[in-house]
């Protein structure tokens, strides 16, 4: 056995006589093989160098090999025995060259060589892996900032829980994953225990679209999920059908049956509320060893997959902490903004209770002004087409809507609901007198008919006095028609008026001889009014209603969102020239949510059928109206137009 032979005068050299063996005890290798007379590979772990003749590195022997084994720049080297040109060693510098020997190198410089070309390897493979783990580590704070920011700004529930698994199968490198929302079960009809149930509220996987739906179950050990919200800890499972032996909780195969799709490791971690009470359960699938993967058959789960790690588990666990928190404040907020609907809902109907002739109409305003605010978000022309309301801005003005009437409930019962121009019992009053009126005619007749019997008196006289109380008679009853005709919220007629001028003379005889007016002031009064049922006081106090609304109104902590709730309900009988109340705004200083409101408040009061003292309109009538206001310079005629060509009454 020979050492290196080498032939220098053609610039090659040959290894075909060194010994594998030799070559493993003097480099302290794994493994060596002869690639060829000239090439030869070493390699520890998973680094590989390779000692070559000068001849075959000019030849590119090396790069060749170490290209087809596909083995990272990082991890290889190589050694050149013989000369090589100056330029070619600066080059090779660059590709990996460890070191470059006489074609007679000897065993130690040999050994020397090979021993510091794998310490370089080592040494580069560690500072490699240190700063990729410093990047990784400060990619995933990053990526843990960025999703608490995110957590903390979304408030639709929905929207959040779609976030908190997408971050979460982003950072744990997950192929899918479910969610689950803790919910207590209502008391059952036999008063049995109020006991936790679990919702599937979302899935996501990359791999495979199915159809699915929401669906609850109870809280049990024998489920992952279950035995994580009732041990508050982690499960993380390498492969869910191999299971270990006496395991509480198992795995429900069917899912995979039913779409084909192949789970494999899985990872769960409990959402923990604030409060420390656990509300959900994040669930992810199938860890990827690269993200692109699509795991589409069960071979590709077999060569793809790979368990979650502890540092997975950790990054799951801090961002659910995050989530915990984000999840129950977002829960808060639905559960606030669900008493508050409510509240503002029970409202209306405490309204509407008072005045039960616009039963409906605070509702029917609300979704045509909202239908008109969403029709102005779609126009491209005119100059409301750069006007767009957010959802927060169409919430204020579904409030300001719902409770624009907010404020009769400081308007007396009476005069809200006053559907004549007397009231029920100043028109009994009258009718009592009239009655009254009749028995004391009838009184008078016996008597002065009897007195003339008495007196020896003729049927003529008798005649007489019969004639002239029967046309008290019918003055009385003229007069009491007079009354119910003039009482109705029509416009008063000419005869009308005549007959009440009439009236307004007649008296009435008590029984104690003096006489008095049929009607008093207040009641012809409220009879001359020439159209509707109300006096200028008691329009007055309708009118007052927004006064009250405002000043109610501003009394709730609507908070900075829903500010303007009080301003927009109190300015929608404000008109665009100034003749509007209760504060006579002009156009500019009318918020346009109210000019908006304005339009629904009159559309529905001319078309609305349940009114008993006016009869409704007919649709076309009815926007002709509006129209009339447009040139009256009540309303806004662009945001009119959009009312029509939106079909806004119809909720096209």
């Not at 404020?407 to 009476?414: A, L, S």
């Not at 919220?489 to 008296?507: F, M, N, V």
């Amino acid at each position: 056995m020979t050492d290196l032979e080498v032939r220098n005068g053609a610039g090659t050299s040959s290894l075909d006589r060194w010994s594998v063996d030799r070559f493993v005890a003097l480099a302290k290798v794994d493994s060596c093989r002869t690639i060829s007379e000239q090439l030869i590979e070493l390699r520890r772990g998973s680094h590989v160098l390779v000692v070559a003749t000068a001849g075959a590195y000019r030849a590119g022997d090396v790069e060749r090999h170490l290209a087809a084994e596909d083995v990272p720049r990082h991890s290889s080297r190589f050694i050149v025995l013989g000369e090589v040109e100056l330029l070619a060693v600066n080059e090779a510098s660059q590709c990996g060259l460890a070191a470059l020997l006489p074609a007679q190198a000897s065993d130690a410089e040999l050994s020397v060589a090979c021993e510091r070309a794998f310490e370089s390897m080592e040494v580069h493979e560690r500072t490699l892996s240190h700063g990729e783990r410093l990047s990784r580590f400060e990619f995933e704070l990053d990526e843990l900032i960025e999703i608490a920011r995110a957590l903390t700004k979304e408030r639709d529930i929905k929207k959040l829980l779609e976030l908190i698994l997408e971050k979460s199968r982003f950072v744990t490198g997950a192929d899918a994953g479910s969610i689950y929302v803790v919910e207590d079960d209502p008391l059952s009809p036999s008063g049995q225990v109020e006991t936790q149930r679990l919702h599937f509220k979302l899935t996501q996987n990359e791999s495979a679209q199915f159809d699915w739906s929401e669906f609850t179950m109870p809280v049990s050990r024998a489920s992952m999920a279950g035995w994580v919200v009732l041990e508050r800890q982690t499960i993380r499972i390498s492969d869910v059908y191999e299971l270990p032996q006496g395991s509480p909780y198992g795995f429900d195969r069917s899912f995979d049956a039913k779409t084909g799709y192949r789970t494999k490791s899985m990872l769960c971690a409990p959402l923990i509320s604030g409060r420390g009470d656990v509300i959900g359960v994040l669930q992810l699938i199938n860890k990827k060893r690269r993200s692109q993967t699509k795991l589409m058959t069960e071979a590709d789960v077999e060569r793809n997959v790979m368990s979650f790690d502890p540092r997975s588990e950790q990054l799951l666990v801090t961002l659910a902490a995050q989530a915990g928190v984000a999840l129950e404040n977002a829960m808060l907020i639905e559960e606030i903004r669900g008493l508050f609907e409510g509240f503002v809902r029970a409202s209306v109907d405490a309204i509407e209770a008072r005045d039960p002739t616009t039963s409906g109409h605070s509702r029917r305003v609300a979704e045509f002004t909202l239908r008109l605010a969403n029709a102005v978000n779609h126009t491209d022309d005119g100059p409301y087409r750069s006007v767009r309301f957010r959802d927060d801005e169409l919430r204020e003005l579904e409030y300001a809507s719902l409770l624009h009437d907010f404020g009769k409930i400081g308007v007396r019962e009476p005069v809200l609901v006053k559907a004549k121009k007397l009231y029920p019992y100043e028109l009994d009053a009258i009718r009592l007198r009239i009655e009254l009126g009749l028995r004391e005619i009838e009184v008078q007749r016996h008597a002065r008919q009897l007195e003339i019997l008495r007196r020896g008196g003729t049927e003529s006289d008798l005649l007489r006095i019969g004639v002239e109380l029967d046309e008290q008679r019918f003055e009385l009853e003229r007069a009491y028609e007079t009354i119910l005709q003039a009482a109705e919220p029509t416009l008063l007629k000419a005869q009308d008026r005549q007959l009440l001028d009439a009236a307004e003379r007649l008296t009435l005889r008590r029984a104690d001889g003096h006489s008095e007016p049929l009607l008093s002031q207040a009641e012809l009064t409220s009879l001359r009014i020439e159209r509707g049922s109300l006096t200028s006081e008691e329009f007055a106090e309708i009118r007052s209603h927004v006064v009250h609304t405002e000043r109610f109104l501003s009394r709730i902590p609507w908070g900075r969102t829903l500010g303007r709730v009080p301003l927009i309900a109190g300015a929608h009988h404000e008109r665009l020239n100034g003749t509007g109340y209760p504060a006579g705004r002009h156009a500019d200083n009318i918020p346009v949510q109210a000019k908006m409101m304005s339009i629904a408040d009159i559309y529905d009061a001319l078309t609305a059928s349940d009114r008993p003292y006016k009869r409704a309109v007919s649709h076309e009538r009815a926007l002709q109206i509006l129209d009339m206001e447009v040139r009256d310079g009540h309303l806004d005629g662009d945001l009119v137009r959009v009312f029509h060509t939106a079909g806004v009454w119809a909720g096209e």
